[in-house]
């Protein structure tokens, strides 16, 4: 009963994160607000200050179930499963936002919500497949086997992610590049849109700090409750 009290209670770290990325958010709209209009698409590119971070944020997120999921297939510690399926549950949401403002920048810029081009359709599967990881979670009763085929699935699953960021260079489409060239350095924005940018990204990214540790927290408490 003391153990699960102590884990019932969410550190100061967690707090920290969510709490300062709650309270950047605001600042992170003025900014965006603020931020100068694009040459070509006007002020409809304040959409990037949302969709671009949400989408790093996700590929972020599966990067850290591929790890985590190695280290348990290595390891065969229960805290690493947990981390890997708090963190695919926030990368979902994350990509999943990332679907929503990528479909409400394309409308005005081509005509369409939804086409069936390399970047978009590439992002659809990886999004199915972390769904599917989930949907393998709830079917495998036995604790034991669900941790080992969610963690084959999710260091497999996460082939997808360089597929999915390489595919506008790989398949020229209607997609832009990538305003930051992480491939080659290259950066092709202005600096002042850059700054918002990158200051949207570490706001998104410590929100999902926060989320991940509270959601392995809330996990261990649900196998407390199953092995008892």
Partial sequence: MQKTALLSR??????AFLGL???LLPLGLYLALAAPPDANQGYLVRIMYLHVPTA????LAFFVT??????YLFRQDPRHDRVAAASAEIGLVFMGLALVTGMLWARPTWGVYWTWEPRLTTTAILFAVYVGYFLLRGAIE????RRKAAAAVGVLGFLNVPISYMSVKWWRSL????SIDLTTGKIHMAPEMLQVLLFHLAVFTLLYLGFVRFRGLVAALEEAKEEA
């Fill in 10 to 15: 969410p550190d100061g770290l967690t707090w």
């Fill in 21 to 23: 990325g709650v309270l």
């Fill in 56 to 59: 790093w944020v996700g590929y």
């Fill in 66 to 71: 591929f790890l985590y999921s190695l280290l």
């Fill in 142 to 145: 036995d604790p034991e086997l």
């Fill in 175 to 178: 997609h832009q590049t990538q």
